[in-house]
């Protein structure tokens, strides 16, 4: 259970972080806030997107979408709040705090989840898992100077 939470927080973050490896690469030697990183993807736009693919993903009724919105609204005050009053902290300093939310939020989210929607969801959860890998080692492969761990 606590693999597919880290999952779905992996993606509800990915969502509301996806500007941090480009902004870091742009600032190398000055390290942006959470805020910085996060103050451009973390809009009420990024809901409604967030909210449309969950709704294709899980196949979400009408009805769903009404009981998850709210649910993507408070997570996204939660992290909001969060930045408020830190905002000079980093990325690596909030995840935790982040991804507890996340977590939380997901929680919810399953809760509202018929047996088929759950099954949708763990696919959904592999699928951004194996793309969060790819994205991990693709820059560190080309911006590290060590080599990268082998495959076995």
């Known amino acids: 259970m606590r693999n597919r939470s880290f999952t779905f927080a992996s993606g509800v973050m990915l969502m509301l972080g996806m500007a941090g490896p480009a902004i870091a690469q742009d600032n190398a030697a000055q390290q942006p806030s959470a805020r910085q990183q996060l103050q451009n993807i973390h809009t009420p736009q990024s809901i409604d997107q967030e909210l449309a693919r969950l709704t294709k993903d899980l196949e979400l009724t009408p009805e769903q979408q009404q009981q998850v919105r709210p ?6 005050d939660k992290i ?41 969801e763990k696919a959904m ?16 492969a080309a911006t590290s100077s060590e080599p990268s761990p082998s495959v076995s």
């Open 125 to 140: 959860q592999q699928r951004e898992h194996h793309g969060e890998e790819n994205r991990r080692s693709a820059p560190s």
């Open 80 to 120: 909001q709040a969060l930045l408020d009053k830190n905002p000079n902290a980093s990325r690596q300093e909030l995840g935790p705090q982040i991804h507890a939310i996340s977590d939380e939020t997901h929680h919810k989210i399953h809760a509202l989840l018929t047996d088929h929607q759950k099954e949708l």
């Open 71 to 76: 649910l993507l609204n408070e997570h996204h």
